[in-house]
Structures are given as structure tokens and as C-alpha cells.
């Protein structure tokens, strides 16, 4: 059964909702390994290596193939090969073998990874655009005197030009959820707005400006239709504090905008509070992405709980891939891999049919983005 269900997922495109850039100029070997570690940035001790943990080996199990290696090569043979080849060499058969027919780009992180059509352009692709809210409202601090007024008219028109399919916000690094969510009066957004200016303007964490970046996408959403806005909740680098990433937070604000389209990204470890929040909520959505990549040979036990209360319609595929192209097709692999692992457990338990099996990863591997981000 699981073999069946392998094959079906690998022949259908999925949609990639949030994912980043790859990098295509080449580096040394402490930038890749760094790579491999999501929550810290520090260079590695001398007795560690970026491939003793969960992803590492599964770079070396699923990608050493296309490297012209033999499955679980050695870390150093890997990146010898990898070497050799480059690293915009590395980048196109990774992309293309991915399997993803359109990737929602988060433009607002700054690094030297390649721009949305590019990416395309390798992969085979779409490229689309989502906006990241405290990007623009550290330019719009800098471009206006009246920030109430810049940030909401720059968001606009920024979506327009860059015809772009939804927003995102990194509230979670900035302030965590637990601040109040009530509606900020005019005048606290103007003092608030005042005194990040006569710091610096720079790094937006202030709780008011927040809240009011986060409101005004949310109202733009209600105007214009469509632009669901994007929530990373959970794992990520260690400037967050996790324990204030708890998407049962978001609750005051969930309750106000019942309808709004929410989407809560990558969530672990808190992806059963996802769940029930898609439950409970007609517009929230989550993903489990990221965290698959980290959990390799771990992450089907990650897709069965995402699995367990939220609803089928609400689920969907990413792999916030970033830097090294081994992100990208991990993440779709690995999704692959791991959703038809749990499926055909269902299915030989008598519980699912194949049928509904192969409709519900459908949906969650491109058809509820599709419909989400209007593709």
C-alpha cells in the first residue's frame, strides 16, 4: 500500500505556500553545515558536524542520489562532490527534481539567496511573492513622517506592484503573541511611531506598531479579498521566544477576525494547538514545514498529529526552505515520504479508503493552496 501511494505523490506537483530563496554563488563548508541548524547561526564547535542530526543524515540518505552519490555517503564525500559540482549546479537538480509547480516566496528576509524567478527559472515553475510586514514597516518608518498613513498606503500599493498572493508577519521574533490585541487608539500609534523613529527605525519589535501592521493587513484582506496573512509560529532561530509562540495566544485576535484567512506556519511543537485552532476558526489554516526537514526520518510522526483535529481543507504543504537547495526537495520529499507512511497506515487498518487517502493529500499537497491564494 505504502508503495502505491509513494508512487501516486510523486507524480503530483505540489505548491509550495512558504519557502525562501536558494543559494546559487558558492561557499565554504562551515556556511552549508551552518545551514543545517535552524536555531543558532554560531559557527560549530570543532568537534561537532552539521550532519550528525536528523537532517543531516537525511541529506546524505535522499540527496547523495542526485549527487551521483550512493545513498548515506560520507559527510565528506558529500561535500567534495557537492564542491565540485557547485553550487548553482547543485541548486538545479535539486530544484527541478523537487517536483513543485509553485513556490510562494517570502521576499522580506535579506540574504544571499536567489530571487523568486529565478528560482522558477530553475525548477521549472511559478513564482509568486508574499509580502513580509515588518520589512515594509521598516521602510515605511524611513519614507514618511505620518507612519499611520505611510504604512497601510505602502503595504497597498507594494502588493500591487509586486502582484503578490499574501502577507507574513514575524511577530513571533518581534514581540512573541502575548501582548494586547485590542484595537490601538490613533494617538498611541502615532507616539509609538514617534519614539521608533528617534530610536533609529530600525528593527520593528514594539508591541503597538505590531499589532497596527498586523490589523492593517488584516484590513487590506477584508477590502481587497484574498492576501491570506501569514503567522511564524514556532520553531525557528533562537532570537524568539519560543514559549511565547504559542498560537493559543493569537486567540483575542482569532476571536475579533473570525473569517480573516490566517495561516499559521510550520507550529511545532505547538501543531495540536494549530489543529484545533483550524477547528475552531473558519479562516485559520496551518502547515507543519520546517520542522520535517529538521525531524527527517522522525517526521512522519509530525505529519500524523497534524493530522489528528484539523480539518483536511485546512491543511497545507511547505518547506521554508532557505539557502542550500537540499531544503527545497527535502521538504517535498520528505512530505511525500512521511504523508504516505501515515496514509497507508490508515488505509490497512480498514480505516481510510485509498480513494480518500490520495483526496485528502491532494488537497493538502497543492488543491487548499490553490484555493487559499487564489493561484
Not at 179 to 203: F, H, I, K, Q, T
Not at 233 to 239: E, K, L, S, T, Y
Not at 330 to 355: D, N, P
Amino acid at each position: 500500500m505504502i508503495d502505491e501511494l509513494v508512487e501516486q505523490l510523486r507524480d503530483r506537483p505540489l505548491i509550495d505556500h512558504h519557502v525562501h530563496g536558494a543559494w546559487l554563488s558558492d561557499g565554504d563548508r562551515s556556511r552549508f553545515e551552518n545551514a543545517l541548524n535552524e536555531g543558532s547561526t554560531d559557527p560549530l564547535p570543532g568537534w561537532d558536524s552539521g550532519f550528525d542530526n536528523q537532517l543531516g543524515f537525511a541529506i546524505r540518505a535522499h540527496c547523495a542520489p542526485l549527487l551521483d552519490l550512493e545513498p548515506h555517503a560520507a559527510a565528506d564525500a558529500y561535500w567534495q562532490r557537492r564542491t565540485s559540482l557547485g553550487e548553482a549546479e547543485v541548486a538545479r537538480r535539486f530544484l527541478s527534481a523537487a517536483g513543485v509547480s509553485d513556490w510562494l516566496v517570502d521576499t522580506g528576509f535579506p540574504g544571499e539567496t536567489c530571487e523568486p524567478e529565478e528560482l522558477a527559472a530553475l525548477s521549472g515553475a511559478h513564482d509568486h511573492r508574499v509580502i513580509r510586514l515588518e520589512s515594509l514597516a521598516e521602510q515605511a518608518i524611513a519614507d514618511s513622517a505620518d507612519y499611520a498613513e505611510a504604512f497601510p498606503a505602502l503595504l497597498e500599493a507594494t502588493i500591487t506592484q509586486e502582484q503578490a498572493v499574501g502577507m507574513k508577519t514575524v511577530a513571533a521574533y518581534r514581540t512573541g503573541f502575548d501582548l494586547d490585541w485590542s484595537e490601538p487608539a490613533a494617538g498611541s500609534v502615532v507616539e509609538a511611531a514617534a519614539r521608533w523613529r528617534d530610536s533609529g527605525g530600525r528593527r520593528l519589535a514594539d508591541p503597538v506598531l505590531i499589532n497596527f501592521g498586523i490589523r492593517s493587513a488584516l484590513a487590506l484582506q477584508r477590502r481587497r479579498g484574498g492576501l491570506p496573512l501569514q503567522f511564524h509560529v514556532g520553531f525557528g532561530d533562537r532570537d524568539e521566544d519560543l514559549h511565547r509562540t504559542d498560537p493559543l495566544l493569537l486567540l483575542p485576535l482569532l476571536r475579533e477576525f473570525a473569517v480573516a484567512s490566517i495561516c499559521l506556519l510550520h507550529c511545532y511543537p505547538f501543531e495540536r494547538q494549530a489543529g484545533y485552532l483550524a477547528q475552531a476558526f473558519a479562516g485559520v489554516y496551518l502547515d507543519v514545514g520546517l520542522a520535517i526537514n529538521y525531524l527527517g526520518a522522525r517526521s512522519p510522526s509530525l505529519i500524523a498529529r497534524s493530522l489528528e483535529v484539523a480539518p483536511f481543507g485546512k491543511l497545507l504543504y511547505s518547506s521554508d526552505a532557505y539557502g542550500p537547495a537540499e531544503l527545497h526537495l527535502l521538504g517535498a520529499h520528505l512530505w511525500r515520504s512521511g504523508t504516505a507512511q501515515v496514509l497507508s497506515h490508515f488505509v490497512e487498518r480498514g480505516e481510510w479508503s485509498t480513494t480518500d487517502a490520495l483526496r485528502v493529500a491532494g488537497m493538502i499537497g497543492s488543491e487548499n493552496a490553490r484555493r487559499l491564494y487564489r493561484l
